[in-house]
C-alpha cells in the first residue's frame, strides 16, 4: 500500500522543539522529492518546507526559516522536519506530502493523515 504516515507532533512550550518523522512505503522513496504543509485552524493550508529526492538541496517558507530544518533518510524511507525555537503561531497540523514539487498543493497527490503541533505554555 502507498502512504505517508506522519509521527512526532505533540504539545511543546514557546522556544521548546519537535522533531517530526514521516514514514513512506509502498513508492520508491528515494525517487521523490517531498515536502512539508501545515494547516492552522481556520486557515489554508501552507507550505512549509521542501526537499529534493537526494536530499540535497532543500527549501524553506519565510515563516519558518531559521528555525526549520528538514531532511530525509533514504536508506529508512523516512522524512523529517525538526523544528526548534517555536512560537504559538506554529501550531497547526502538520502533512508530508509528494508530488510534482513546488507550494502549490494541488502539485502534490499523496499525503500523510497529518500529525498535530500545539505550541502554548
Known amino acids: 500500500e502507498v502512504q505517508l504516515v506522519e509521527s512526532g507532533g505533540g504539545l511543546v512550550q514557546p522556544g521548546g522543539s519537535l522533531r517530526l518523522s514521516c514514514a513512506a512505503s509502498?513508492?520508491?522513496?528515494?525517487?521523490?522529492?517531498m515536502s512539508w504543509f501545515r494547516q492552522a485552524p481556520g486557515k489554508d493550508p501552507e507550505w512549509a518546507s521542501g526537499?529534493?529526492?537526494?536530499?540535497?538541496?532543500?527549501s524553506y517558507a519565510d515563516s519558518v526559516k531559521g528555525r526549520f530544518t528538514i531532511s530525509r533518510d533514504n536508506a529508512k524511507n523516512t522524512l523529517y522536519l525538526q523544528m526548534n525555537r517555536l512560537k504559538p503561531e506554529d501550531t497547526a497540523v502538520y502533512y508530508c506530502?509528494?508530488?510534482?514539487?513546488?507550494?502549490?498543493?494541488?502539485?502534490?497527490?499523496?499525503w500523510g493523515q497529518g500529525t498535530q503541533v500545539t505550541v502554548s505554555s
Open positions: 526537499i529534493n529526492s537526494g536530499g540535497d538541496s532543500t
Open positions: 509502498g513508492f520508491t522513496f528515494s525517487t521523490y522529492a
Open positions: 506530502a509528494t508530488g510534482s514539487g513546488g507550494s502549490t498543493i494541488w502539485n502534490y497527490g499523496l
